[in-house]
């Protein structure tokens, strides 16, 4: 990741972003030469279109990107990012109109991702000279972070799985100095955690409960809870094979939640911080849970098991209850949750939930500023009701197709009542596509606004 960014270049070369209304007054300021070739290759600035322009000796003078315009409500911050996979090796510096140059400094590390860990390192890259007035070591956290998370979620569940998320969480405790502590096994039963150990007790690899703690006990405390899912069979109501091809990314709440932990701490942010992961793997066996099983929770509440393939919700609901008992300032929980967010928002805009309208106000703002959007759907009360039993307190699940996240969000709701200012995000974890900074593949959705928010709220001294 360092090696993507460098201080300074005397050789850097420039890239120019440009707007199609701006691109005349660009050619004009060329060198002849250079205008000549950049009008016989017909560059129209159009957004995305990118053009090397070699100096005299045949190698890269300068390159030109085309942009949206700064009114544009479709441009994306990350744009000039795309071209750190694109330009031959060498030092580059960004010109003209870049828009939001931390973003678009960012967006060059991000775009610079590759999972490597099985195959050969790529070829070096095409480095960024970090912009003028910029906190190169903000830009480097942040975006390392994102790489640990991407990482983690692109790792196949033969290589990531409830003992392999926890080793993760103590490799970060580990790099900042924080104590974690993990019940595993029987002893969830034993510690009154009934829902994570049925979740997971059919694996052959034991359920857990990772809890990992930092900073001053006198700091406001601020607690993120992430589903750890390492992979979903879907239990006993048994998902298709093709639902199942992308289930290694179902532990993606636990990298957001991770990664959002690992730039909080690493920023020495005045918090006291705890990081929740109920890691399990939800498989098929003789052990499985079944549907129509009622299962009891941490809060004392029966839960009436509607489908075994809901079982995010269920771990969920006993490490939030956990979280709530000491009533923390601020609780945000990130999971792989529902398609039902997904059809309503698509991949690339995670859903998020709260009753703390101050907090939603800066939840979406700030997703907006760092490039990490999300938006707010309602927990609306009237389908409380769908998650009626005859025979529990509740259903985890409701009877019908209607208002899958938003049930599943109420459900989880029911489980937080200490904790005035609580969130959930119902992230997808995936790019199906490549975007600026956003290659395919694994991705780490709404842990930057979760520190930006932090930051704001309890900023370093």
């Not at 085309?66 to 750190?84: M, W």
């Not at 926890?166 to 009934?194: C, H, K, Q, S």
């Amino acid at each position: 990741m360092n090696s993507l960014l460098v201080a300074a270049s005397a050789t850097a070369i420039p890239i120019h972003c440009v707007t199609r209304a701006g691109l005349a007054t660009l050619l004009g300021a060329l060198a002849p030469e250079g205008r000549r070739f950049a009008e016989a290759q017909e560059f129209a600035a159009q957004p995305g279109q990118h053009l090397v322009l070699p100096d005299a000796a045949g190698a890269v003078g300068a390159v030109l990107l085309g942009v949206e315009g700064s009114d544009a409500r479709r441009r994306d911050p990350f744009a000039p990012g795309r071209l750190a996979t694109l330009l031959p090796d060498g030092d580059y510096a960004l010109t003209g109109e870049t828009g939001d140059l931390a973003l678009a400094a960012l967006g060059w590390l991000l775009q610079g991702y590759r999972f490597e860990r099985y195959r050969k390192p790529a070829p070096a890259k095409a480095r960024l000279v970090l912009p003028e007035g910029l906190d190169g070591e903000e830009l480097l956290r942040i975006a390392s972070s994102v790489v640990l998370a991407r990482d983690l979620v692109n790792t196949p569940a033969n290589d990531m799985g409830p003992a392999e998320i926890e080793a993760a969480i103590r490799a970060l405790a580990g790099e900042t100095g924080a104590v974690v502590a993990a019940i595993v096994g029987d002893d969830l039963i034993a510690r009154n955690f009934p829902m994570i150990h049925a979740v997971g007790r059919a694996s052959t690899r034991a359920p857990r409960l990772v809890d990992l703690v930092w900073g001053d006990p006198a700091h406001p405390k601020v607690t993120l809870v992430g589903k750890g899912v390492a992979f979903d069979t879907g239990g006993l109501d048994l998902k298709t094979s093709a639902g199942m091809l992308l289930m290694k990314k179902d532990m993606g709440g636990a990298a957001a939640a991770i990664a959002a932990a690992r730039m909080i701490m690493l920023a020495k942010l005045p918090v006291r911080l705890r990081l929740l992961v109920p890691a399990v793997e939800n498989a098929v066996s003789g052990a499985s849970f079944r549907p129509g099983d009622v299962l009891p929770s941490r809060k004392g509440l029966t839960v009436e098991i509607g489908n075994t393939d809901a079982e995010g919700r269920l771990i969920l609901a006993d490490a939030l209850t956990l979280a709530d008992e000491e009533a923390p300032e601020l609780l945000i929980d990130f999971a792989t949750l529902t398609g039902a967010a997904r059809t309503a928002l698509g991949p690339d805009l995670p859903a998020f939930y709260t009753q703390d309208d101050g907090l939603a106000a800066e939840i979406a703002r700030l997703g907006e500023v760092v490039n990490d959007p999300v938006w707010r759907l309602p927990l609306w009360p009237p389908y409380e009701r769908m998650l009626d039993s005859r025979i529990a307190d509740l259903n985890h699940v409701s009877g019908g197709s209607f208002a899958g996240s938003v049930t599943a969000a109420l459900f989880l709701n029911r489980f937080v009542d200490k904790t005035a200012s609580y969130a959930h995000f119902d992230i997808y974890a995936w790019n199906p596509s490549s975007k600026p900074g956003r290659p395919e593949g694994g991705e780490c959705q709404a842990a930057r606004l979760t520190y930006a928010l932090v930051r704001q709220f309890y900023p370093a001294g």
